[in-house]
């Protein structure tokens, strides 16, 4: 009997490893699949405050990013587009972006890319730390009751969306 895995699943495993223990000595709580989501709260590009907490009872993406990473040049508008189509059903996106760039350099790459949902340019970097997310780009995709399906590293297809969330935005 052969057992296959999808390819989201090897690579949620992978992602949800990097994000279960910190080296640093920092005490930082664990994050597994199942685990609710703490909350977190920033302001966006367009000087708005986004917190995931008033996002309770919707599902979310919460997409830290790079400026530089061709992933996410290539997958944006897969979430472009799956904003656009489920966002009147409840589907939340915010991208984060802490690596080093300056506030000006994440305007023009949203602007590039066309991003139509928040973009949190989190300069200290404190949501990652609260996540301890150590790789990027990290998507993590919440259920409506922010518990964890998945933590996917690197690229995103519009299947894998499908798949974690169709239960919820169909």
């Known amino acids: ?9 090897f690579f949620a495993i ?5 994000l279960l223990s910190s080296c640093s000595g920092e005490s930082t709580k664990a994050i597994r699949t199942g685990d ?7 302001t966006d590009l367009e000087g708005r405050n986004f917190s995931l907490a008033s996002h309770i009872g919707k599902p979310v993406i919460v997409r830290f990013f790079l400026l530089n990473c061709p992933y996410c040049k290539a997958d944006t508008p897969i979430f472009n587009m799956f904003y656009d189509k489920y966002r009147q059903r409840g589907l939340e996106i915010v991208y984060i972006n802490n690596n080093g760039a300056n506030a000006e350099e994440v305007k023009i790459f949203a602007h590039e ?3 139509n949902f928040p973009v949190i340019f989190d300069q200290e970097g404190k949501i990652a730390k609260q996540y301890n997310v150590k790789v990027q780009p990290l998507t993590l995709v919440l259920s409506p009751e922010h518990k964890l399906l998945a933590a996917l590293l690197g690229g995103v297809s519009e299947a894998e969306l499908n798949e974690l969330l169709s239960q919820y935005i169909l």
């Open 1 to 9: 009997m052969k057992i296959t895995i999808p390819i989201y699943s």
């Open 113 to 115: 890319l066309k991003i």
């Open 36 to 42: 609710t989501i703490a909350s977190f709260s920033g």
């Open 14 to 18: 992978t992602a949800a490893i990097l």
